[in-house]
């Protein structure tokens, strides 16, 4: 089992440009959750899909980040155009439904310049 | 407001030292409490949570819900310890599961 796996694992970009992450959860985990961690911080939830319906985006600051769960199981998430302060690590997780233990994949480290 | 609240943000003991590193939380309606370890260059991982009341590697916590703690300890620390640890707050299947800031713990040979 490989667990969750994202990528890309390292990011740089300039201000203004657009990034993309990937996340492949478990297989059979049906919810996916992408966590937004900056230095020195827990991790912060930005999104939490069941299957493909986004049912917690309540953080996700909509004019600059959108993400999709296609088919209800890779997922991606996009920020256009990236600001300095959106350098983080980006987390992705997956859980069955109501275990309540979430997995982990090993991030993706944005440096935005 | 939901928060958990890690006061220590690193806590430094000798091998074989008792430790204890804190969390206390707020959160509405019957939350459920867990502890989750980053060990150097892994990803993040449960190390326990309180609804399975098990020991892992040692480690046990204990949900006091008058003082709102969710403290996690360890009788004899081992080197292997070190590692951040985060405490984290969810609704009932773990739904909305809020992380504290996280605590470095340092065990020193």
């Known amino acids: 089992e490989a667990g969750v796996v994202q990528s890309p694992r390292y990011k740089i970009i300039e201000k203004k440009q657009p990034v993309a992450f990937w996340c492949n959860p478990i297989s059979g985990h049906n919810t996916l959750y992408w966590y937004l961690q900056n230095l020195g911080q827990g991790p912060e939830l930005l999104i939490r899909y069941e299957n493909e319906e986004a049912v917690d985006d309540s953080q996700l600051p909509k004019d600059r980040f959108s993400a999709e769960r296609l088919k209800g199981v890779d997922s991606t998430l996009k920020i256009q155009p990236a600001e300095l302060g959106d350098s983080a690590v980006y987390l992705c997780?997956?859980?069955?439904?109501?275990?309540?233990?979430?997995?982990f994949g090993e991030g993706s480290r944005l440096t935005v310049l | 407001a939901q928060r958990v609240t890690q006061p220590e943000k690193l806590l430094s003991v000798f091998k074989g030292a008792p430790v204890e590193l804190k969390c206390n939380y707020s959160?509405?309606?019957?939350?459920?409490l867990f502890w989750y370890v980053q060990y150097s260059r892994q990803r993040l991982q449960l190390l326990l949570r309180h609804i399975s009341r098990e020991s892992i590697k040692g480690f046990t916590a204990d949900l006091n819900k008058g003082e709102t703690s969710f403290h996690l300890k360890k009788p004899f620390a081992q080197e292997e310890d070190s590692a951040m640890y985060y405490c984290a707050v969810g609704g009932i299947g773990g739904f909305k599961t809020i992380f504290g800031a996280g605590t470095r713990l340092f065990v020193k040979a």
């Open positions: 997780a997956s859980s069955l439904d109501r275990s309540g233990e979430l997995f």
């Open positions: 959160y509405s309606g019957s939350p459920e």
